[in-house]
């Protein structure tokens, strides 16, 4: 692995053992810290369940956002047209757009009185999706786009002249930028899983249906259910680096 891929696996690292470290500094948070490996390693049905949906629901979001971005980010990164660097500095820009402010916009969007009310996507799993896809759109733009812009131009030339059209053309420059695109979608996934302002907007945190890690989280913290929060806080860490992990590990043997 070279040191490129380790350093982002090396942060995440560093924080959660920064986290759990912290966590045994303090005797509350240490017997509650103790208290969530139990419930962890217990198979709690409850949080199983909870970490299977956040899984579920991010990941459909990063399948909905691919589908879109993919076409989107090849078009910017090989096009020339006017307004072209507006358009690329727009999506860099809405990269840090306020989550509470998407939220409340997708919350109008969505309820029953909404343009988009009779799709029934308020308090459903599938709104929850939508609204992260969206909220993980730039990202996942910007990052193809750069890839995309970092490819040789003889490739495409290349691909022309032996006969390829349009699309196969661009499609041989896709290629080439996988590394890219995997960072892109792990990048997404991550923080599409890390949400809470869009997911509590329009989920509501609805036990069953639209709870997930982040918003149990912050809900059972505000109870005072301090094991289990820590639990989830765990499992998401734990989700996001492995994730890292993998990725790291895959771009390693496919390069």
Not at 44 to 56: F, Q
Not at 104 to 125: H, V
Not at 155 to 175: H, I, N, W, Y
């Amino acid at each position: 692995m070279s040191r490129a891929d380790i350093v982002p696996v090396l942060l995440i690292a560093f924080f959660l053992v920064f986290f759990i470290g912290f966590l045994f500094l303090a005797e509350e948070f240490a017997e509650g810290f103790v208290e969530a490996l139990r419930l962890i390693f217990s198979g709690d049905p409850e949080i199983l369940g909870i970490t299977l949906r956040s899984i579920y629901i991010s990941g459909t979001a990063t399948a909905l956002a691919i589908s879109w971005c993919i076409p989107i980010a090849v078009a910017l990164g090989l096009g020339d047209f006017a307004g072209k660097n507006f358009v690329k500095s727009l999506f860099n820009a809405l990269i840090g757009i306020p989550t509470v402010s998407l939220g409340l916009i997708l919350y109008l969007m969505f309820s029953s009185s909404g343009p988009f009310g009779s799709f029934d996507l308020f308090l459903n799993p599938l709104g929850v999706s939508i609204g992260q896809a969206i909220l993980i759109t730039p990202i996942i733009i910007s990052f193809i786009m750069s890839a995309v812009e970092a490819v040789d131009p003889s490739v495409e030339d290349l691909a022309k002249t032996l006969g390829a059209s349009e699309a196969e053309a661009s499609f041989a420059v896709l290629k080439e930028s996988t590394s890219g695109v995997a960072l892109a979608v792990v990048a997404g996934f991550n923080r599409a899983i890390a949400e809470l302002g869009v997911v509590l907007m329009i989920g509501q945190n609805l036990r069953g249906r639209t709870r997930v890690l982040t918003t149990t989280i912050a809900f059972e913290t505000t109870r005072g259910n301090i094991a289990l929060s820590i639990a989830l806080a765990i499992i998401l860490l734990s989700i996001v680096l492995s994730i890292s992990l993998l990725t790291n590990l895959l771009q390693r043997r496919l390069t």
